[in-house]
């Protein structure tokens, strides 16, 4: 694979890819692509904790504020992306799951701290901490909620690729 | 708390509404526990869930149902959206429940958990 002169976002280290700051900035451009197209029919799910369908509006608000903070940033460190994000979140937290997700993000930023990259295995690290960061911040975690699918079997990465993880996960 | 019906009065104590508020306080994301009412000696100390309606002070005069919640928040969340999120939940089971609408839900904020540290 060739990048072009300057981007260093898929730095080949052996045969393992390693995902930059701009990359990671673009995977979560994607998936506010992917949620805001779909956020009617999460917000049509939402019965709990109380059933006003909003669930969806308000991870979509949660994440425009975390990725405003990242939207004209040139930085390549997945370090300052993921805690600009988490900060971001964190100060746009909308209902319970936008206060989840920035949860999310914070503990995914947590592994990241002072990298420049990462590679699958650091992903699934992240991703894990991630999950029980999530988890820790409430008594009695009820799934069904945003909290269940951050439950992907993260332990298998990087063995199985994504698209394997995201078609056999319940979500 | 008395719900009139034809063939009598129905009595709901503070203490049952404060069971409902607690199990929905319990549920909200961002709670890690219930506080009681008192600070002892400056310290807040976490109730255990079972006893967590003790962080709840439930006050009905006037048909008008007022509660106050005592909770310890987790460090890290957004505190204000945490509240919000807890008072909705809270007004929703209690009417739900009880079929009779919540006048005030006052949330106090005790004290934080540190579980990680940014």
Known sequence: MTSPIGQRT??????????????LKHALFAARQ???????????????????????????LTMNAALAEI???????????????????LMGAR???????SQIFRGFARVLDNK????????????????DTAYQGVVKPVEGTILTPSLARWQEWPDSPPTTLMMSSKY | MTIETKLGEIEISPNAIARIASQAVLESYGVVGMASKS???????????????????????DRQIVIDLYVIIEYG??????????????????EKALGASVAQVNVHVQGLRVSQED
């Open chain 1, 10 to 23: 898929h730095a080949q280290v052996g045969t393992r890819a390693l995902c930059g700051g701009q990359s």
């Open chain 1, 34 to 60: 992917w949620l805001e197209k779909h956020a009617a029919a999460v917000n049509a799910l939402n019965v709990f904790p109380v059933p006003d369908g909003d669930t969806g509006t308000n991870m979509l």
């Open chain 1, 71 to 89: 939207e004209r940033s040139p930085d390549d460190s997945v370090s300052i992306i993921a805690h600009a994000v988490a900060h971001g979140a």
């Open chain 1, 95 to 101: 209902g319970n799951s936008g206060v989840i997700l």
């Open chain 1, 116 to 131: 420049d990259t990462f590679s699958a295995e650091e992903f699934a690290e992240a991703a894990q901490e991630a999950c």
């Open chain 2, 39 to 61: 600070f002892k000696d400056g310290l807040v100390e976490s109730l255990a869930p079972s006893a967590s309606h003790r962080g709840v002070d439930v006050h009905v005069a």
């Open chain 2, 77 to 94: 969340t957004r505190i204000s959206e945490v509240v919000h999120n807890i008072v909705s939940a809270v007004k929703f089971r209690v």
